[in-house]
């Protein structure tokens, strides 16, 4: 048979069986004009070649294997040889393998010091396996299910929460004027894994850069109307505050681990990896009472500045 028909037989291109029989890996025969005639045997050698190609072992490196066949053994790695050559292929693999390891540890190393350089909170040991402060492309977006239609003109509860500044909060007596309270599922870390199907989740990714853009926002948005900032989670203080540290926040988080709040406000919420979240959404609460809610909230990392777009267009209508 012709070049052409050999590659189709044994699913290669031409160009491929050329240069197998540069290397002499294929000895084809010549009819009376010179054309090559490839037979049955060089098709079995050629397909040979392509599936030790599949387990990483290079055209060059087959040679025993193909021997093997032409000794009239049944199966290509039936020879001593050709088992050497797979212990071959298995030492390089385990060589690349330390040196990628060795080159991933040394990243991660240089990303956790990097993410908690300047924090008094102490390095974690765990291997930083996903960037909190970049949102991934293509994240879905959240649709209004109508689950904070109720929330304006409500008054908040008399509900307790410990804050990250020692404090203990009492969202019925925040004081007067507007506080700004930013209510979010979870905040990740470098080194800690968001739960299975985050980034699928409308809504759920992106806590930390909307922490990030409240941080950065903040004298604007004191000086726009904010008395004051909360952001508000279900996750424990200790973890919260190592997150101020970190971010540098200049505003207090409170822990709300028993979603009471969703409970007297009727907040809406959702499951991840079994556990339940408050779903993200921001109250303006102004002398006790919700008078303005955002939700769905995205995106989250330039949620901060869609709140101070308010306060002013507000303030500007109150003075």
């Known amino acids: 048979m012709r070049i052409g028909e050999a590659a189709r037989a044994a699913g290669v291109t031409a160009k491929a069986v050329r240069y197998y029989e540069s290397l002499g890996l294929i000895a084809p025969g010549r009819l009376a004009n010179g054309y090559r005639d490839y037979d049955e045997h060089d098709v079995r050698l050629l397909r040979e070649v392509k599936a030790l190609g599949r387990l990483g072992i290079p055209a060059e490196r087959t040679r025993p294997f193909l021997e093997c066949l032409a000794?009239?053994?049944?199966?290509?790695?039936?020879?001593p040889a050709s088992l050497a050559g797979y212990h071959e292929a298995i030492g390089e693999l385990d060589r690349r393998i330390a040196e990628l390891t060795a080159r991933r540890a040394a990243l991660a190393a240089h990303l956790r010091h990097a993410a908690y350089?300047?924090?008094?909170?102490?390095?974690?040991?765990?291997?930083?396996?996903h960037d909190p402060y970049q949102l991934p492309?293509?994240?879905?977006?959240?649709?209004?299910?109508g689950g904070a239609d109720h929330l304006p003109g409500r008054a908040l509860p008399?509900?307790?929460?410990p804050g990250t500044a020692g404090e203990s909060v009492r969202l019925d007596a925040l004081g007067p004027g507007r506080t700004v309270l930013y209510?979010?599922?979870?905040?990740?870390?470098?080194?800690?894994?968001?739960p299975q199907g985050w980034d699928a989740i409308p809504g759920a990714r992106g806590?930390?850069?909307?922490?990030c853009g409240f941080r950065d926002h903040h004298a604007e948005l004191v000086a726009a109307g904010a008395?004051?900032?909360f952001g508000l989670s279900t996750q424990e203080t200790g973890y919260q505050r190592e997150v101020v540290e970190r971010l540098r926040l200049p505003f207090s988080m409170l822990s709300d681990p028993?979603?009471?709040l969703a409970r007297e406000l009727g907040l809406p919420t959702f499951e991840a990896g079994g556990v339940p979240l408050f779903r993200r959404l921001t109250m303006i609460v102004r002398d006790g009472i919700v008078e303005h809610v955002f939700y769905p909230v995205f995106p989250p990392d330039r949620h901060a500045e869609q709140v101070l777009a308010w306060l002013r267009t507000t303030a500007g209508r109150d003075s």
Do not use: F, I, K, W
């Not at 350089?117 to 396996?129: K, N, Y």
């Open 207 to 211: 806590c930390t850069t909307q922490a």
């Open 71 to 79: 000794a009239g053994m049944p199966y290509a790695d039936d020879c």
């Open 258 to 260: 028993g979603l009471e």
């Open 183 to 194: 209510v979010y599922p979870l905040t990740g870390r470098p080194d800690a894994d968001l």
């Open 227 to 229: 008395a004051r900032v």
């Open 117 to 129: 350089r300047g924090s008094s909170a102490p390095q974690p040991e765990g291997d930083p396996v």
């Open 137 to 145: 492309a293509g994240l879905p977006v959240p649709e209004d299910d």
């Open 158 to 161: 008399p509900v307790e929460l």
